[in-house]
């Protein structure tokens, strides 16, 4: 089998909520993402999707997906998608860094892998853990009583773990963590996700005003050396995030004991076949994943489900459905949440057929 055509789409996902808001006043409330097919001599086509959170989250951004896939798609075309690593190996050798831009690639090899041989992604990827993925809800920042009126809205939906977006003013921030915790039940599970919003001294305080309540403290700072001395200093269970983009990162931050959780995203990593390695390391070393990715539509979340559902259990923390917070479907068959949970397809690939009439017009074509 061989990459005969790389191909891309533009699609807008407006958010159910009307916008979304994290640390240092960032906000989106159209997401600009992209839609990767590639398309084999064997008439299988595979799909992946981009979707930076915005061009001021991560070093990356939507149209940046599209003109690296313009650089990087020539380079792989007589390449067979099913030989991932050869594939990875290509890429890097072509398109120095821009993990981002490999990601919706990468991904739809391991769509058309699983297409080939019949079986769903997560089999590919290590076989399927139990019966169903967690999810959090992240929690756009707004004032303490809007979040734990939102907090409030999405329990009874089913969700039993949340991730407020905090990174702001920190004493607004200490209201919001308090507001929200005394109205989970201990069995719920807390995130205070800065996104590197604070300084270090304004992550000590935080801390020390929030010592008693259950509350993990996810990226408090811009650099790995701020959340570590943060990390030292609190007995919080902690997470990093933003700093954590290369294996190597993982190594040190392991050998740092600087987390006790890590966020993977498989666009900050550059695919499922980078995500996976992460993946599989962290299950090596004891340590629990969120998975998921920057954001998205229908792919990103059955891509976030074949990964998660992949990963024993007891190294889950959270995943999250991104398809629910978008106004826009663009796929038949991504998952659907019930109760708090999802479940990855059980058809072969993805297990997702993309809208086409949803798509849109062709902005990338390589072959
Ligand atoms: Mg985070």
Redesign the pocket.
């Known amino acids: 089998m061989k990459i005969t055509r790389i191909f891309a789409h533009r699609v807008e996902l407006p958010l159910v909520e009307g916008d979304y808001k994290w640390s240092g006043g960032k906000s989106v409330s159209v997401f600009d993402s992209t839609i990767v097919g590639v398309e084999t001599d064997s008439g299988l086509v595979g799909y992946g999707e981009v979707c930076p959170l915005g061009p001021f989250y991560l070093p990356a951004y939507a149209e940046g997906v599209r003109a690296g896939l313009r650089e990087l798609g020539p380079h792989l075309i007589g390449y067979d998608p099913r030989e991932l690593l050869k594939l990875n190996h290509r890429m890097d050798a072509a398109l120095k860094g821009h993990a981002y831009v490999k990601s919706g690639i990468d991904i739809a090899c391991w769509d058309l892998l699983g297409k080939a041989t019949g079986l769903p992604v997560c089999v590919l990827m290590g076989g399927r853990f139990g019966e169903k993925v967690r999810l959090y809800r992240a929690i756009s920042q707004e004032s303490p009583e809007q979040m734990a009126a939102k907090v409030a809205n999405y329990r009874e939906q089913g969700y039993t773990r949340f991730?407020l977006k905090v990174g702001g003013d920190p004493d607004l921030d200490i209201e919001r963590i308090h507001a929200v915790r005394g109205m989970l039940l201990p069995s719920d599970r807390l995130v205070a996700?800065a996104?590197t919003g604070w300084t270090q001294h304004e992550a000590m305080r935080v801390v020390r005003a929030v010592r008693s309540v259950d509350v993990y403290i996810?990226?408090p700072c811009l650099t790995y050396e701020e959340c570590l001395a943060v990390r030292r200093n609190t007995d919080h269970p902690f997470?990093l995030?933003?700093n954590i983009d290369s294996l190597d990162m993982l190594l040190r931050a392991k050998s740092d004991l600087a987390m006790d959780v890590v966020?993977l995203k498989i666009s900050k990593l550059g695919g499922l076949t980078r995500t996976k390695q992460a993946r599989d390391l962290c299950v090596s070393m004891g340590i629990a994943m969120?998975l998921e990715d920057s954001w998205g539509g229908d792919i990103t979340t059955a891509a976030i489900s074949h990964l998660a559902h992949s990963t024993p259990e007891e190294y889950r923390f959270t995943s999250t459905d991104f398809n629910s917070y978008v106004t826009v479907s663009t796929a038949e068959g991504a998952p659907q949440r019930v109760n708090g949970f999802m479940q990855a397809s059980d058809l072969p690939g993805l297990g997702i057929t993309p809208k086409m009439n949803v798509l849109g017009k062709v902005l990338v074509d390589v072959s």
């Open positions: 991730q996700d996104n996810e990226q997470v995030d933003e966020n969120t």
